[in-house]
């Protein structure tokens, strides 16, 4: 089934979604760390949605269009960060501190267990703000699968993540050996990267398919005479 896609005002979490001129609202959050920790499976497992009756609601919710920055700015931050990594390692041995490695896998635990707090304090701070404007409590909810299109939205998200995460996860690893907080330092915003993005990019403004589940059974289901 046919499907556009469009960003909502000021709001990373949620998406406004056209199919058959009905308007449905994506929560793209809240509901599964597994799309955190693998955006693939924003593809694999079906999407929570909202139908949206009131059209003045969907308008005021929609975000102007712009071309999503799918390019070669974001491809290059694991190549950024790889070469900034290399030309900062003669500092590194300045930043060593000799601590037990049960002491670094703490912090390291301490630092991850407060990445998913920013994570789910800014995705709640983004459901407060929808709420003011529409419950969506109120609202028909159903459940729909989007299918990963346009395919380059889908290769840079791909790219980012093996990049951002894998590049992240490496240091973390190496400062739990080594004790380097330059290391350890390089390696948060790569993983706050690689967690975010590539999620965001998974569903991307544009046309895509989707597939409701339940199909024409489902409350959701779009009317043909709308």
């Known amino acids: 089934m046919k499907c556009t896609v469009n960003r909502m005002d000021k709001n990373l979490r949620y998406r406004i979604l056209t199919i058959k001129r009905n308007k449905y609202i994506m929560d793209m959050g809240g509901e599964s760390i597994w799309k955190l920790l693998f955006p693939i499976f924003y593809w694999i497992l079906p999407n929570r949605v909202y139908k949206l009756e009131n059209q003045t609601i969907a308008e005021r919710l929609t975000a102007p269009a712009v071309q999503e920055k799918t390019g070669s700015t974001q491809i290059i931050w694991p190549l950024l960060a790889s070469i900034l990594a290399t030309s900062l390692s003669p500092l590194a041995n300045y930043f060593e501190i000799s ?126 005479n709308v």
């Open 99 to 224: 601590l037990s490695t049960s002491v670094n896998i703490l912090i390291v635990s301490i630092i991850i267990v407060l990445m998913f707090i920013l994570i789910g304090l800014l995705s709640r701070k983004f459901k407060e703000r929808i709420y003011q404007i529409v419950d969506l409590s109120q609202l028909t909810k159903g459940w729909l699968w989007i299918f990963p299109v346009p395919l380059k939205a889908a290769l840079i998200s791909a790219f980012l993540y093996v990049g951002c995460m894998g590049l992240g996860v490496l240091a973390m690893m190496s400062y739990v050996e080594d004790g380097n907080w330059l290391i350890l330092l390089f390696s948060i915003p790569l993983l706050l990267v690689g967690m975010v993005l590539p999620g965001l990019l998974t569903v991307v403004e544009g046309k895509t398919r989707v597939k409701i589940l339940g199909g024409e059974r489902a409350e959701i289901y779009p009317q043909i």
